[in-house]
């Protein structure tokens, strides 16, 4: 098959262990500060990105800067600036994460994922500001460390656009997709991009028909992300209708990279016709609204405030909220 034409996939692993809560993870968590001390670094670690992947810098900050203070080695330290980036990054304190990259870019690791997420994320970042001139050459890094990962093309392309690079940054898109059509995020910036400048679809003579492929792919990754999140539930209880929209709000969240959506995006994650939507979820969004006006049906208090609106039918996900989201399934690590 043309190389042109194949696209990878990514399908999130199975979780292990019992299924717990957030605040029941979090005293597992700070009960493992007891373990014996060969252990007891290790628990730090797994504490501190317990409360960076659930959005609270201060107590994320608190223990990798703890790390730090345990040990000497360079590479360790390069992963907990790293770390700490990742924690700024998340509460989009975008100018932190920046010095917290360079802190770690200064050490120069040589383990390869620590040194690819690095100059990945330092190029990202960079590119929230603005600073797209700067951010490019991070992202080439990255590409060059491990070529096989998508985060990185698409950050280039988003580099690219900025300059005005736009035929560029398109081949950039599009190689992300090809990498990892199961991250929709790069698709969308290309058809956003070719929306803008609809000249690129003449200039590059295959765009047209890599847009239609390209959105295929994406569609029967989504189909296999949704059966393998659903399978990660079977055999417990059937899921209800509040887990199945928080699945679907994940996917719309963390993986389309979406921070506001429309009930229309959960909907279309979750593979649901209008009329499904409006028989069964659309009553129960309502309610978890934290400005529910009423007249929803009634939930229990740790399905309520979830949701805030933005303006008519656009919402974002409320801090509690996003911790919730986190509980149903733990986002990705990479941006």
């Known amino acids: 098959m043309d190389d042109k034409w194949r696209f990878d996939f990514t399908v999130p692993e199975p979780p292990t262990g019992k299924r717990v809560t957030a605040s029941e993870a979090e005293v597992l968590l700070q009960s493992r500060l007891r373990e014996k001390r060969e252990?007891?670094?290790?628990?730090?670690?797994q504490l501190a990105r317990f409360y960076s992947s659930t959005r609270q810098r201060d107590e994320a900050a608190r223990y990798i800067t703890f790390l730090m203070w345990?040990?000497?080695?360079?590479?360790?330290?390069?992963?907990?600036?790293?770390?700490?980036?990742?924690?700024?990054?998340?509460?989009?304190?975008?100018?932190?994460?920046?010095?917290?990259?360079?802190?770690?870019?200064?050490?120069e690791p040589t383990d390869a994922d620590t040194w690819y997420f690095i100059n990945n994320n330092l190029g990202y970042s960079l590119i929230q500001l603005g600073a797209y001139d700067e951010a490019e050459p991070f992202c080439r890094s990255a590409i060059q460390i491990a070529p096989?990962?998508?985060?990185?093309?698409?950050?280039?392309?988003?580099?690219?656009?900025?300059?005005?690079?736009?035929?560029?940054?398109?081949?950039?898109?599009?190689?992300?997709?090809?990498?990892n059509a199961s991250d929709p995020r790069a698709l969308n910036h290309l058809e956003a991009l070719v929306e803008q400048h609809?000249?690129?679809?003449?200039?590059?003579?295959?765009?047209?028909?890599?847009?239609?492929?390209?959105?295929?792919a994406v569609a029967c990754a989504t189909r296999l992300v949704t059966e393998a999140i659903n399978r990660q539930h079977e055999?417990?209880?059937?899921?209800?209708?509040?887990?199945?929209?928080?699945?679907?709000?994940?996917?719309?969240?963390?993986?389309?990279?979406?921070s506001q959506f429309?009930?229309?995006?959960?909907?279309?994650?979750?593979?649901?016709?209008?009329?499904?939507?409006?028989?069964?979820?659309?009553?129960?969004?309502?309610?978890?609204?934290?400005?529910?006006?009423?007249?929803?049906?009634?939930?229990?208090?740790?399905?309520?405030?979830v949701f805030r609106q933005v303006r008519r039918n656009v919402y974002t996900l409320?801090?509690?909220?996003?911790?919730?989201?986190?509980?149903?399934?733990?986002?990705n690590q990479s941006v």
């Open 39 to 45: 252990e007891f670094e290790n628990a730090i670690w």
């Open 70 to 107: 345990l040990t000497d080695d360079l590479e360790r330290q390069a992963a907990y600036w790293l770390a700490l980036g990742q924690s700024m990054e998340r509460v989009d304190d975008f100018e932190e994460a920046v010095s917290n990259y360079r802190r770690a870019l200064s050490m």
């Open 148 to 179: 096989q990962r998508h985060n990185a093309y698409k950050n280039l392309g988003l580099a690219l656009q900025g300059q005005g690079k736009f035929s560029d940054a398109a081949k950039s898109f599009m190689r992300a997709v090809q990498a």
């Open 198 to 216: 609809p000249d690129l679809t003449s200039l590059d003579s295959e765009l047209a028909a890599f847009l239609d492929r390209s959105r295929e």
């Open 235 to 258: 055999g417990s209880s059937e899921l209800t209708h509040i887990e199945k929209m928080l699945i679907g709000v994940h996917r719309t969240v963390f993986l389309e990279g979406r």
């Open 262 to 305: 429309s009930t229309d995006c959960i909907r279309r994650a979750l593979g649901l016709s209008v009329e499904e939507w409006r028989s069964g979820y659309a009553a129960i969004f309502q309610a978890m609204r934290e400005d529910d006006s009423g007249g929803a049906p009634q939930l229990s208090t740790k399905y309520r405030g």
């Open 318 to 331: 409320t801090p509690y909220g996003h911790q919730l989201v986190v509980q149903i399934h733990r986002p």
